[in-house]
């Protein structure tokens, strides 16, 4: 029911706005030409490559993104200038997008999982065993040669860092629009078609309703006592039809990175401190004082 709400087509519209005042800065210029040049070349030889890219020429050119059967799934056919639905400048935006969502997220998740570890002492060691001897199991040194499966191999890891997208969500809102009349099921208020929805993922998050002590770091949270917590509330990566495309690419980022960090460095515990956070331009969390931690190398 909340759908359409596309951010791209906000961030390009303001883009071409401030581009009539001249305002167009040179990243922005130059990241256009690369996909300009990137989609010349594909359509002129015949190029197919499975990636965004790939998909959105297939919206551009046929209005549709096709069914994946490893056949035809990534062929784009070439259709005349005019027919063509999406410009350029379009595909730019969303790229943009896709990179600025997944960079930024990834980051902090990394930060703010080894913040709140350096708080949990026990919670730490238990975590770093893991990582230690799923390596030694694997034969592998502390920075060769990690692969997906050998990551599967670590559950632990896998519920800190939904404690930490549980607290600390990428974009602590999500907007949305009503595509049709909704009533709300404990009263009689409708929401009414088109209405703009921002849903509170950070304060669904961090309600006890939900789940209980939500200040505390407690990734047993999902396994020991995850009939105490509403796993419905849990939508750090949205929900519906505008989920997170990039889920587990960015939680396969962050697992190797953390475990590159975690087998090669201590983390000097800290007092408890909750993070204060300030107003910012950007849609994501951004800590005051930032997030001070002290690693040191093992070797």
């Given at each position: 029911?909340?759908?359409?709400?596309?951010?791209?087509?906000?961030?390009?519209?303001?883009?071409?706005?401030?581009?009539?005042?001249?305002?167009?800065?040179?990243?922005?210029?130059?990241?256009?030409?690369?996909?300009?040049?990137?989609?010349?070349?594909?359509?002129?030889?015949?190029?197919?490559?499975?990636?965004?890219?790939?998909?959105?020429?297939?919206?551009?050119?046929?209005?549709?993104?096709?069914?994946?059967?490893?056949?035809?799934?990534?062929?784009?056919?070439a259709v005349?200038?005019?027919?063509?639905?999406?410009?350029?400048?379009?595909?730019?935006?969303?790229?943009?997008?896709f990179y600025?969502?997944?960079?930024?997220?990834?980051?902090?998740?990394?930060?703010?999982?080894?913040?709140?570890?350096?708080?949990?002492?026990?919670?730490?060691?238990?975590?770093?065993?893991?990582?230690?001897?799923?390596?030694?199991?694997?034969?592998?040194?502390?920075?060769?040669?990690?692969?997906?499966?050998?990551?599967?191999?670590?559950?632990?890891?896998?519920?800190?860092?939904?404690?930490?997208?549980?607290?600390?969500?990428?974009?602590?809102?999500?907007?949305?629009?009503?595509?049709?009349?909704?009533?709300?099921?404990?009263n009689d208020?409708?929401?009414?078609?088109?209405?703009?929805?921002?849903?509170?993922?950070?304060?669904?998050?961090?309600?006890?309703?939900?789940?209980?002590?939500?200040?505390?770091?407690?990734?047993?949270?999902?396994?020991?006592?995850?009939?105490?917590?509403?796993?419905?509330?849990?939508?750090?990566?949205?929900?519906?039809?505008?989920?997170?495309?990039?889920?587990?690419?960015?939680?396969?980022?962050?697992?190797?990175?953390?475990?590159?960090?975690?087998?090669?460095?201590?983390?000097?515990?800290?007092?408890?401190?909750?993070?204060?956070?300030?107003?910012?331009?950007?849609?994501?969390?951004?800590?005051?004082?930032?997030?001070?931690?002290?690693?040191?190398?093992?070797?």
């Amino acid at each position: 029911m909340f759908d359409r709400y596309n951010p791209s087509t906000v961030f390009y519209s303001i883009a071409q706005f401030l581009a009539l005042f001249g305002t167009l800065d040179p990243i922005t210029a130059d990241l256009r030409e690369i996909v300009r040049r990137t989609i010349e070349y594909r359509e002129k030889h015949g190029v197919a490559r499975k990636d965004i890219l790939q998909l959105l020429l297939q919206l551009r050119n046929s209005g549709e993104v096709r069914e994946d059967d490893d056949t035809t799934t990534w062929q784009v056919d070439a259709v005349a200038e005019n027919q063509k639905t999406m410009s350029i400048d379009t595909i730019t935006a969303n790229l943009f997008l896709f990179y600025i969502a997944g960079s930024e997220t990834t980051s902090s998740t990394i930060a703010y999982t080894l913040y709140e570890l350096a708080m949990y002492p026990e919670i730490l060691q238990r975590v770093q065993a893991e990582v230690l001897r799923c390596l030694e199991r694997n034969n592998l040194k502390r920075w060769d040669n990690l692969s997906y499966d050998i990551l599967q191999e670590m559950p632990y890891l896998d519920l800190c860092i939904m404690e930490t997208t549980r607290k600390y969500p990428g974009l602590p809102i999500w907007n949305r629009e009503c595509t049709k009349d909704y009533r709300l099921s404990h009263n009689d208020f409708v929401i009414k078609k088109g209405t703009a929805i921002i849903i509170p993922i950070m304060g669904i998050g961090r309600d006890a309703k939900y789940f209980p002590q939500p200040m505390d770091y407690k990734p047993e949270r999902y396994a020991e006592e995850k009939d105490r917590n509403n796993m419905t509330a849990f939508m750090p990566f949205g929900d519906g039809p505008r989920y997170c495309i990039a889920k587990r690419m960015g939680i396969i980022n962050v697992k190797a990175a953390l475990v590159k960090i975690l087998a090669n460095f201590n983390i000097e515990t800290q007092p408890r401190k909750e993070i204060e956070f300030k107003f910012h331009s950007t849609p994501v969390l951004m800590p005051k004082e930032g997030l001070k931690i002290t690693l040191v190398k093992k070797y």
